[in-house]
């Protein structure tokens, strides 16, 4: 359950809590631009290959079962920008830069085990293997919150400069009216982008953004030190795979810390 008041959340923070460390390397980056070095991270989550349901026990998870909020967080970076704390409920590689028509290589994704209803549920492709320089757009179609199948996205670029880079995460919207991903189906890329390389679609669920606003700074983020949106969120269910995504407004992204989770 969720925490009742302020004075619940003060207890929170005063009682024995687990910290789940993170370690953003450097990354040569697009300033404004979402990252998501599931990757390229030490210890490294393996590249997806067949559509599978990631948990706690997947390389490159933070966190640990059984904890089942967060109510706050540090972040050090090396230049402001935002990391958000997510749960990669979905995942799956081996689609190709130069493959045009609807790729469905390992492909619907896995059905959804944490936030069933869909709502609130997000898709990129992640970038695992550089593409080409060629930029092109894509489209994926999907199943929304509702069931409804055969649902197309809004294209957005790939391929090109600052859209084919590792650990590459490019946002795909929904369609108008629509509140979340339940699966994908297919990727459609209009023109080749040149380079084959190997990118994947991620279906997960932000939980919450911590703000770095201070260069070479420790922010403290939570809700009563603020930079934390929300200042604490809830989790849904005891097993998920939290990662980390990135964006900064520099070139480069170099951040570490830790979020705070609890049990409530």
């Known amino acids: 359950m969720a925490l009742a008041d302020f004075a619940a959340y003060r207890d ?3 009682a024995p809590h ?14 404004g631009r979402w990252y998501a070095p599931w990757a390229t991270l030490a210890p490294a989550g393996a590249v997806p290959t067949s559509a599978v349901v ?35 409920l979905s995942h799956q590689g081996g689609l190709s ?4 028509g609807a790729q469905t290589t390992n492909l619907p994704t896995a059905a959804l085990t944490r936030y069933t209803s869909a709502v609130g549920v997000m898709c990129m492709l992640n970038v695992y293997t550089q593409i080409g320089t060629t ?5 994926v179609s999907y199943t929304n919150q509702a069931g409804t199948g055969g649902q197309t996205s809004p294209a957005v670029v790939i391929g090109g400069t600052g859209f084919r880079e590792v650990p590459r995460a490019i ?8 509140t979340g991903f339940q699966s994908v189906e297919s990727v459609t890329i209009a023109a080749t982008t040149g380079t084959a390389g190997n990118f994947g679609v991620t279906l997960f669920k932000p939980i ?30 005891t097993d998920p795979c939290l990662f980390m995504m990135a964006m900064s407004q520099s070139t480069n992204i170099m951040a570490a810390g830790a979020v705070l989770l609890t049990e409530w």
């Open 12 to 14: 929170a923070l005063r």
């Open 18 to 31: 687990s910290d789940s460390l993170f370690n953003i390397g450097s990354t040569t980056a697009a300033a």
């Open 54 to 88: 990631p948990t706690s026990a997947t390389l490159g998870a933070n966190g640990s079962e059984g904890n089942n909020g967060v109510i706050g967080g540090r972040v050090n970076a090396m230049n402001p920008g935002v990391v958000l704390l997510c749960d990669k």
């Open 97 to 100: 830069g130069v493959t045009t």
């Open 135 to 139: 930029a092109t757009t894509v489209t």
């Open 171 to 178: 946002l795909i919207p929904l369609a108008a009216g629509d």
């Open 208 to 237: 919450t953004a911590m703000i770095a606003d201070e260069q070479h700074g420790v922010a403290v983020c939570g809700l009563i030190s603020g930079r934390m949106v929300p200042g604490f969120a809830e989790l849904d269910g």
